[in-house]
């Protein structure tokens, strides 16, 4: 019969092997933490990227989609331009654009009204269902982006021209009203990005 004595771990041995253990585990879970974290910050990170992306497309879409068509005031009857910038007004751009999608087939204009604005650091869409509203017609409305500081827009017209305001001063009668301009730039201030320059070229 053999009495020999397996060697064991001696107390010490035990309690600095836990200690090691625990040690890791505390690195491993701070590890698995911090990449959750980062993750976290990414996903949040192209979540936003894809906001100003798709912002910008839609922007996009409406300034190089504009169409010649001013539009009836509900006010007072008079015409609003086709394309408004106007510093000072309740928007920062007003356009008639084409190439509303209408795969329902409804008896309806394929051109629409939108317009946009900043509401409480939200870059707010408007669009109307006509093109000539009524006082008591009121648009669908589409927070677009938030954290918006400004938004800003510059028309090119020649000779290495721009203005701020469209239709441009002098531009009046019903050749004012349709007046579109060839090239937009477009600057658009987020808080957390800066400063995000596009060009946009009107279709004619």
């Given at each position: 019969m053999n009495n020999t004595r397996q060697p064991g771990f001696t107390l010490i041995e035990v309690l600095v092997a836990l200690a090691i253990f625990a040690l890791m585990s505390v690195m491993a879970y701070q590890a698995l933490?911090?990449?959750?974290?980062?993750?976290?910050?990414?996903?949040?990170?192209?979540?936003?990227?894809?906001?100003?992306?798709?912002t910008m497309n839609l922007l996009g879409r409406d300034i190089t989609q504009a169409a010649p068509r001013p539009v009836r005031d509900p006010f007072d009857d008079s015409l609003r331009p086709a394309f408004s910038v106007r510093?000072?007004?309740?928007?920062?751009?007003?356009?008639?654009?084409?190439g509303w999608p209408n795969p329902a087939g409804l008896p309806r204009s394929t051109q629409q009204r939108v317009a946009y604005r900043?509401?409480?650091?939200?870059?707010?869409?408007?669009?109307?269902?006509v093109l000539d509203p009524a006082i008591s017609s009121e648009p669908n409305a589409t927070t677009l982006l938030d954290d918006v500081e400004g938004i800003y827009f510059r028309?090119?017209?020649?000779?290495?021209?721009?203005?701020?305001?469209w239709p441009p001063?002098?531009?009046?009668?019903?050749?004012?009203?349709?007046?579109?301009?060839?090239?937009?730039?477009?600057?658009?201030?987020?808080?957390?990005?800066?400063?995000?320059?596009?060009?946009?070229e009107v279709a004619k």
């Open positions: 933490g911090q990449s959750l974290d980062n993750a976290d910050l990414l996903g949040k990170r192209m979540d936003r990227l894809e906001s100003i992306q798709r510093p000072g007004t309740e928007f920062a751009l007003e356009v008639t654009h084409n900043i509401e409480d650091g939200a870059l707010i869409r408007l669009n109307w269902n028309f090119f017209l020649g000779n290495g021209q721009w203005t701020e305001q001063q002098g531009a009046g009668g019903l050749a004012g009203m349709r007046m579109r301009p060839s090239l937009v730039e477009v600057v658009l201030t987020l808080n957390d990005t800066g400063e995000l320059q596009r060009f946009f």
